[in-house]
Every structure is written in structure tokens, then in C-alpha cells.
Nanobody
Framework: QVQFVESGGGLVQPGGSLRLPCVAS????????MGWYRQTPGNQRELIAS????????NYADAIKGRFTISRDDARQTMYLEMSGMNPDDTAVYYC?????????WGQGTQVTVSS
């Protein structure tokens, strides 16, 4: 079963930066589209960034466009989310998963809190 492990979260001040890695298990990582999702209390998990396999293109939700960058290292089976210019609305638990997501493969997520 494919599994994902997110890390790198923490407390950051408004305007600050964080880098989230997501390590994936399984042998098909390089061929599949991957995404970063986030969830706030009382809201549904939402897809905020995606990157296709085999060097495919990336896409971003309007809320993060121009501030966050998604990337992947297929040799390390790792995906990243570089976050900059952060604001309190970015406070959430961040998850990674395939595109479309695998229902049984959600990890624990990593908490990101933006506050002064």
C-alpha cells in the first residue's frame, strides 16, 4: 500500500517561509501526479497544489499562487512545498497524496501555524 509521510510544519511569523517535504513509498511515484492538500478545522480538505509525473506541469490554487512552489525529486520519492509570504490564512494541517487522492493513504499531516 502506498503511504505518505509529511513533515516540516511549525510556527512561522507572517511573511515567513517554510519548506514541507513529503516522502512516498511504492514503486510508481515517478509516474503519478501528486498534490498538496490542506485542511482547517470545520472545513473540507482542499487541494492547493499539484504536479504531474514525468516532469509534468504544476498547478496552484488562487490562494497560494505566486507564494508557494511545488516540486518533486523522483529519485528520492519526495515531493516538496516551498511556502513564502505566509499569512494567517495559511494556518492548516498540510497533507500530501496522489492526484486523484488514495482514500486509504492519507498520512498524519503536518501542522502549519502562521502567527505573530
Amino acid at each position: 500500500q502506498v503511504q505518505f509521510v509529511e513533515s516540516g510544519g511549525g510556527l512561522v511569523q507572517p511573511g515567513g517561509s517554510l519548506r514541507l517535504p513529503c516522502v512516498a513509498s511504492g514503486s510508481t511515484f515517478r509516474y503519478v501526479g501528486m498534490g498538496w492538500y490542506r485542511q482547517t478545522p470545520g472545513n473540507q480538505r482542499e487541494l492547493i497544489a499539484s504536479i504531474m509525473g514525468n516532469g509534468g506541469r504544476s498547478n496552484y490554487a488562487d490562494a497560494i499562487k505566486g507564494r508557494f512552489t511545488i516540486s518533486r525529486d523522483d529519485a528520492r520519492q519526495t515531493m516538496y512545498l516551498e511556502m513564502s509570504g505566509m499569512n494567517p490564512d495559511d494556518t492548516a494541517v498540510y497533507y500530501c497524496n496522489q492526484i486523484p487522492y488514495l482514500r486509504t493513504s492519507w498520512g498524519q499531516g503536518t501542522q502549519v501555524t502562521v502567527s505573530s
